[in-house]
């Protein structure tokens, strides 16, 4: 028996979630935009919520739960196969950064009707393309419009990003150790070095991650650095050596054995798992 591939794109107009619904969220990468009402749910350990007016980005098998849905919840919701967008991501050297955001701030406030109308074409258009199958140059004119849809989304993450960037002093010690992280988690795996940046002791700094999330700084560290690294060996136009460059380590070898204490696996047995 054959099976029938999954659609890469699927549009759906969104009031409830039944089990089925979130079986389906989890598989593909979720864009959704929050017409009323909200959604709250659990993610990686954390209850957020979705609510009118806000956009939510999750990818494809990450870790998160729903809890409830209110009654007047209604969204339009842009699906895409895991693979699909992963493999027509433009080559953008802060593309890690945009992916990295979202894996830790997937909702995003949608500030004016301009930008929700935006939004909600770049849905359109996308689904379009995807249904003009008989167009004569369909897989070309299709993952051009995923790399333009991609591009409009990192466009909006970029102005976010420096909004957070930009108010790093503004809030708790711990949320700016997440911010720093975000910033310095390529190159940066000692707790020193953020507690350095706060003016305070590593002991304090894991304190404040103790009681605030139940893990330690160090913790959140690796977590991050485990992030960075995967989209790095995603990536096949950089070669071992590259990536060990890119993230500061002294040696290939230095870069080996972190990855293997992180993962059980040197990074060329890791990426092969990836492929």
């Not at 870069?255 to 060329?268: A, N, S």
Request: net charge neutral; charged share 25%.
């Amino acid at each position: 028996m054959i099976e029938t591939p999954e659609p890469r794109v699927l549009s759906l107009s969104l009031e409830s979630v039944d089990d089925a619904t979130e079986r389906l969220l989890k598989k593909y990468h979720v864009h959704l935009y929050c017409h009323s009402g909200k959604l709250d749910f659990v993610f990686n350990e954390e209850h957020m919520t979705c609510a009118s007016g806000q956009f939510l980005f999750w990818f494809a098998e990450s870790k998160w739960n729903l809890v409830e849905v209110s009654k007047d919840f209604k969204s339009t919701v842009l699906l895409v196969e895991k693979d699909f967008l992963i493999d027509n991501v433009p080559d953008q050297g802060w593309s890690i950064n945009a992916q990295l955001h979202s894996r830790v701030f997937p909702v995003k406030d949608i500030n004016s009707k301009a930008e929700k109308e935006k939004i909600l074409n770049n849905f359109k258009w996308l689904i379009l393309r995807f249904q003009e199958s008989e167009h004569r140059f369909y897989e070309e004119a299709l993952k051009l419009q995923m790399r333009l849809f991609i591009l409009e989304m990192w466009h909006s993450f970029a102005n976010e990003y420096e909004r957070r960037r930009h108010s790093l002093q503004t809030g708790t010690l711990y949320e700016r150790f997440i911010k720093l992280l975000q910033q310095h988690c390529l190159t940066k795996r000692e707790v020193q070095f953020y507690a350095n940046e706060l003016n305070i002791t590593p002991k304090y700094l894991n304190y404040l991650c103790k009681i605030h999330s139940d893990r330690t700084a160090s913790d959140w560290i690796h977590s991050h650095a485990k992030e960075r690294i995967i989209l790095l060996l995603q990536n096949t136009n950089l070669n071992i050596s590259e990536i060990a460059d890119e993230m500061c380590f002294s040696s290939t070898s230095f870069f080996t054995r972190y990855v293997k204490k992180l993962f059980g696996l040197t990074p060329t047995d890791f990426r092969a798992r990836l492929t």
